[in-house]
DNA sequence: AAGCATTAAGCTCGCATTCG
DNA sequence: CGAATGCGAGCTTAATGCTT
């Protein structure tokens, strides 16, 4: 339509006056000063007026010096936008490129826009979740949220070892992040009570990490015994939290965190 | 084919927030 | 406190579809 298509936008490198775009804000760029910025040979000055006139009119050093301040702060403001614009290009970048991410992680989604590609991923996201519930109630798989779990179960449903002798069984559920202390403190834990364990499950699944015990109580002390049990284990997610509060502070801020540019490969400059 | 309306995408601006 | 950054809003342009 006549006008600079914005592949040619970067001829006018730092000539933002030149350029229609995004022009109707109701401010000119002049407001900073910056009329024909970088393409002309006599800048206008914040007051208005041209260095050319001011400089015929007046030549001596106290009338210079202000005019020479008031050039850096244009130049300086100039930079500033470029410096912002170039920000937003890229930051528009890393939106898209993740976009495209995305893109490909959710099948049929080429054709779509950005808005149908984001509900789309809902879509898919909200499927997945409710496939890993419906897989998570058959197995053993460990719990999203750290979880302490006590429970008393017939032997029949714990399915127990042949050894044991026909009493209520203490069923035991950690669910907690799979760090490389977790057995061990469990272990520390769980020692002092002098349990007669019966039967032992781990599952482990994108580092989270499951143990279940089955404990067979002393007669008539169910639930002390069960109590005790579930205050070791507690003991044991409470360890790890307060280790995670020593964490470096970048994993606990909420609030909004600066990311560098593009952790992919693509480097602007 | 021309004209028009709609939509998607990009650009810039100004303000708010965060960081050093 | 100034610079850097994030974000929403308003704008333009290009593409697309529909009607005449």
């Known amino acids: 339509m006549g006008s600079v298509p914005f592949s040619d936008t970067e001829l006018f490198d730092g000539f933002y006056g030149g350029f229609g775009g995004g022009g109707g804000c109701g401010h000119g760029y002049d407001e900073y000063g910056l009329g024909q910025l970088g393409a002309s040979t006599s800048p206008v000055l914040a007051d208005g007026g041209t260095e050319e006139a001011d400089g015929a ?3 001596t050093e106290l009338l210079e010096a202000p005019k020479r301040k008031g050039d850096r702060r244009s130049e300086k403001a100039a930079m500033a936008l470029k410096s912002h614009s170039e920000a937003e290009r890229r930051r528009r970048e890393r939106i898209n490129a993740h976009l495209a991410t995305l893109r490909t ?3 049929c989604t ?3 826009d950005k808005a149908a590609l984001l ?3 809902i879509t898919h996201v909200k499927k997945l979740k409710t496939s890993a519930a419906r897989i998570r109630s058959h197995c053993a798989v460990p719990a999203d949220a750290d979880d302490v779990a006590v429970e008393l179960v017939s032997p029949d ?3 127990p070892p042949p ?12 669910s907690c992040d799979d760090g490389a202390d977790v057995f061990a403190d469990v272990r520390s834990a ?6 007669r364990v019966v039967g032992s499950e781990v599952t482990t699944l994108g580092g989270r990490v499951r143990l279940t015990f089955l404990i067979s109580p002393p007669p008539g002390d169910d ?24 964490a470096p502070r970048a994993s606990l801020l909420n609030k909004r965190r600066r990311v560098s540019t593009f952790e992919s490969s693509s480097s602007s400059s």
């Not at 769980?190 to 349990?195: A, K, Q, T």
């Not at 002390?224 to 280790?243: F, I, M, P, T, Y």
């Open 57 to 59: 009119a007046a030549s």
């Open 105 to 107: 992680m959710v099948p």
């Open 110 to 112: 080429d054709k779509m």
């Open 119 to 121: 509900a789309e991923v």
């Open 157 to 159: 449903a714990a399915s």
């Open 163 to 174: 050894s044991h002798g026909g009493g209520l069984l203490v069923k035991a559920t950690l």
């Open 190 to 195: 769980l020692r002092p009570l002098r349990l």
């Open 223 to 246: 639930a002390g015994l069960a109590e005790s049990v579930r205050q070791a284990l507690q003991s044991v997610l409470d360890k790890a939290n307060s280790a995670l509060e020593f």
